[in-house]
């Protein structure tokens, strides 16, 4: 807030309004509802529900399948996470570093933030398809079965492969401009006291890029959680089967394949309080860097 | 070489500007490698995308016999004539044409009520005292925190109970529910000087003088790419529109590719493989073209955002 305010009793809330509408109607209502819904257990026909307490939750801890998509998805987000920071990073300090043909890299490098998850998962449909695949007739001149849809394995690559190419841009963005934004003196001086462009760089660049990569991490973490929906829906073409899945995409096929509010809900709820522990994080993060910087 | 060497004995400042720009311009050994690892990036991040448009070139039994093609066929116009213009391809009762002007109103749509609600709501934060103004601050920016796919089953639920299945504002609406525009300008207009409204208010501007005719025309560059980033992502949507949307008249591109998938699920025909790679094309093209040409505000926009 600033320190000199207008003072207007009705247009602040004039201007307010249309926000406040806008959230209370379809973020709070849906939320608490979710939150209502998850206590009660759906009658299949649709005559009712019943106050359950907290079995969905329970139904949760003891479901083999819950189990199974809690797993596929913490490896999923650690391997996306990882590879396409780590990619986008090498590509950054190098795009960074070159003098010729820099933009002409950056817009290369960038543009592919534009493309769709579900486009991205169609062009992987393409590409690892089972019979006429490109990569899978690479994948089978190396003499690798590769089956799409069919071996749970195989099609946790192509989706891992995937999200990790929709996501390099956005982390290569961030890099660049964190890269950016270190001041020439300070590589210069690294450059007089250690000629070594390894350790000048471990020692001196990415101590300084840290702020941008711990940023980065919650955004991906986030991406690998959420964003990679329509990936992982085109990749198994809507028909889950015993594919991997996502918690997210669990979310959807539960409450919408399965019929099961309650269980759907639940399982919505938990994941609030999960990106609720990863938001604090950020923010303490974000107001600590507001300060500092 | 040997002509350098005479001018150096001659005009020595000379001959040291040449020498530095000489050692510049070797090549080092270092610098191939940069250059390699950069030409392979972006190689990765072109193929896929070249390989789906020369595939674009073909008909569906090449395709289906070799996979995606590096180079173009004789079938480009055709494909990408059938995408746009024929119904009943991967749906029955749209085209290309309709669905990019679904996508269109859902990306402009989205953009503009996000920037309108955003702008507005932050301004009331940033420049008045209000007594429930704490409450309301978290009360927006606690929707941060839930993504749309976290909260869908219930939002649809609700939408669906409002009647809104099936409308442009039970599209586009639910999506400008979260406050990441709000607090975008919140940060740009707390870093605006005080000065500018403590002037503004020595020459009696109101508030809304102040906004209209000091604050927005300050804030272009950040509507601007505010305005791209928000395009982009509305058009890019595809959970909630796959929900809402069962009226093929409503569906956007990037809807539209679940029905390209469904096709290839289905299996008992050959899909169009070559109208589908066309389908895929069509929907990128437009956000690309943007990001691209609008690079520097979009970077900006996007990298401002987290301070």
């Known amino acids: ?98 003098l010729r043909g820099a933009r002409t890299y950056r817009t290369l490098l960038m543009w592919v933030y534009a493309i769709a998850p579900p486009v991205a998962g169609l062009m992987g449909v393409m590409l690892f398809d089972q019979s006429r ?79 941008t990569g711990f940023f980065l991490l919650i955004i991906n973490i986030t991406y690998a959680l959420f964003d ?63 300060h500092y910087t | 070489m040997a002509d350098i060497a005479e001018t150096s004995q001659t005009v ?67 494909n990408f004539r059938a995408a746009l213009l024929e119904k009943g391809g991967f749906t029955d009762s749209v085209n290309g044409v309709t669905m990019l002007t679904n996508s269109l109103i859902l990306g402009l749509g989205f953009a503009v009520g996000k920037i309108l609600v955003g702008m507005t709501a932050a301004y009331a934060i940033v420049y008045f005292r209000l007594k429930f103004g704490t409450l309301a601050f978290w009360m927006i920016f606690t929707t941060l925190l839930l993504p749309l796919e976290v909260r869908i089953l219930p939002s649809y639920e609700v939408v669906q109970n409002m009647g809104l299945a099936n409308t442009y504002t039970g599209l586009i609406v639910p999506l400008v529910a979260s406050a990441t525009a709000t607090f975008f300008f919140r940060q740009f207009f707390r870093s605006v000087p005080e000065e500018l409204i403590e002037a503004a208010r020595i020459d009696g501007a109101g508030p809304w003088k102040f906004f209209v005719d000091i604050l927005i025309p300050l804030s272009r560059t950040m509507i601007a790419a505010m305005f791209i980033i928000m395009f982009v992502y509305g058009w890019n949507q595809y959970l909630w529109p796959t929900l809402i949307t069962t009226d093929e008249s409503l569906f956007t591109l990037v809807r539209g590719i679940r029905q390209i998938v469904q096709a290839y699920a289905d299996g008992s025909t050959t899909p169009e493989y070559g109208q589908a790679a066309a389908l895929a094309i069509i929907a990128m093209v437009p956000p690309v073209l943007i990001v691209v040409f609008f690079q520097r505000w979009f970077v900006k926009g996007l990298t401002e955002s987290d301070k």
């Open chain 1, 1 to 98: 807030m600033k320190r000199t305010t207008f003072r207007n009793p009705w247009l602040p809330i004039l201007l307010l309004s249309p926000q406040l509408a806008i959230i209370a109607v379809f973020f709070y209502w849906p939320a608490g509802y979710a939150l209502q819904t998850s206590f009660y257990l759906q009658d299949p026909f649709g005559f009712g529900s019943t106050f359950v307490g907290a079995e969905n939750y329970t139904r949760l801890t003891s479901s083999a399948n819950y189990q199974d998509a809690l797993t596929f998805t913490i490896v999923f987000t650690l391997l996306v996470t990882f590879f396409s920071l780590a990619i986008a990073l090498l590509l950054a300090v190098k795009a960074d570093k070159v």
């Open chain 1, 133 to 211: 695949g490109n990569l899978t007739q690479l994948f089978q001149a190396l003499g690798w079965d590769y089956t799409l849809g069919v071996n749970y394995w195989d099609t946790a690559v192509a989706m891992i492969v995937v999200s990790v190419w929709k996501q390099i841009p956005v982390n290569f963005i961030f890099f660049l401009s964190g890269l950016q934004a270190i001041p020439r003196s300070v590589h210069e001086a690294a450059m007089i006291d250690n000629r070594s462009g390894m350790s000048r760089f471990w020692d001196v660049t990415f101590p300084l890029l840290a702020p």
């Open chain 1, 228 to 290: 990679t929906f329509g990936i992982i829906d085109t990749l198994v073409k809507g028909e889950p089967g015993n594919n991997p899945m996502t918690l997210v995409y669990r979310v959807f096929v539960d409450g919408f394949r399965g019929g099961d509010l309650g269980g759907s809900s639940a399982q919505s709820v938990v994941l609030m309080v999960l990106v609720l522990i990863l938001t604090i994080v950020q923010f303490r993060f974000l107001e600590r860097r507001i």
């Open chain 2, 12 to 78: 020595p400042l000379a001959a040291r500007k040449a020498a530095a720009t000489r050692r510049r311009r070797r090549i080092k050994p270092g610098d191939v490698v940069d250059h390699t690892i950069l030409i392979l990036g972006a190689l990765l991040m072109l193929v896929p995308v070249w390989m789906v448009f020369a595939s674009a070139g073909h008909d569906a039994v090449l395709i289906h016999r070799e996979g995606l093609q590096f180079w173009f066929g004789d079938q480009l116009g055709e």
